[in-house]
């Protein structure tokens, strides 16, 4: 069974950094493409960064609204992703999910809090 | 960006009856067009891909077509469970981008 478990969410201040951590079970991660979406309380979803798999080397790419603040990374040797946030600001107030090829699995989401 | 627009933006409807939403794409996404449904406090579900296919365990009563920039989502024999938001997104060039959702709910 495909298991994608989040963590690291919680309350920062602005300007402050927070890692996320996506935990993949039940698939080889790295044939897979992973993919970090948020949605900000009552709205839509964002798309806002990939990981690519093993042959395409791990290779990223990057939301414009994040690029230059957010860093997808993976670690394949203990099939987790990351999402490294910097530079938080309050609308990147949001529930951030890790999702696997672009939508067909999703993890239950990690809510992350931006607020003096 | 490819900005995708969905209509209408909510549907009040029956169970029973027939539901269809669009989805339009400001630019052409080949085949990669995905629907999602979502419920309120939970992580969106993948109900198609690629256009029109169904992945394992969703009803036949749901179904996707279009083609280019235009697309849609149909749902046949609306169930309770049925109400929900759905999203449409492209996956053919970065960003990937959703539409806005369209929320179906009970009439």
């Known amino acids: 069974e495909v298991q994608l478990v989040e963590s690291g969410g919680g309350l920062v201040q602005p300007g402050g950094s927070l890692r996320l951590s996506c935990a993949a079970s039940?698939?080889?991660?790295?044939?897979?493409?992973m993919d970090w979406v948020r949605q900000a309380p009552g709205k839509g979803l964002e798309w806002i960064g990939r990981?690519?798999?093993?042959?395409?080397?791990?290779?990223?790419e990057h939301a414009a609204s994040v690029r230059g603040r957010f860093t997808v990374s993976r670690d394949a040797s203990k099939n987790s992703v990351s999402l490294h946030m910097n530079s938080l600001r309050t609308d990147d107030t949001a529930v951030y999910y890790c999702?696997?090829?672009?939508?067909?699995?999703w993890g239950q989401g990690t809510l992350v809090t931006v607020s003096s | 960006d490819n900005q995708m627009t969905q209509s209408p933006s909510s549907v009040s409807a029956s169970v029973g009856d027939r539901v269809t939403i669009t989805c339009r794409a400001s630019?052409?996404?080949?085949?990669?067009l995905a629907w999602y449904q979502q419920k309120p406090g939970k992580a969106p579900k993948l109900l198609i891909y690629?256009?029109?296919n169904l992945p394992s365990g969703v009803p036949s009563r749901f179904s996707g077509s279009g083609s280019g920039t235009h697309f849609t989502l149909t749902i046949d024999n609306l169930q309770s469970e049925d109400f929900a938001t759905y999203y449409c997104?492209?996956?053919?060039?970065?960003?990937?981008?959703f539409g806005p959702g369209t929320k179906v709910d009970i009439k």
């Open positions: 999702v696997r090829d672009a939508g067909s699995y």
């Open positions: 039940g698939f080889t991660f790295s044939d897979h493409y």
């Open positions: 990981s690519r798999n093993a042959a395409d080397r791990y290779t990223t």
């Open positions: 630019q052409d996404v080949t085949r990669w």
């Open positions: 690629a256009v029109s």
């Open positions: 997104q492209q996956a053919d060039t970065f960003p990937f981008t």
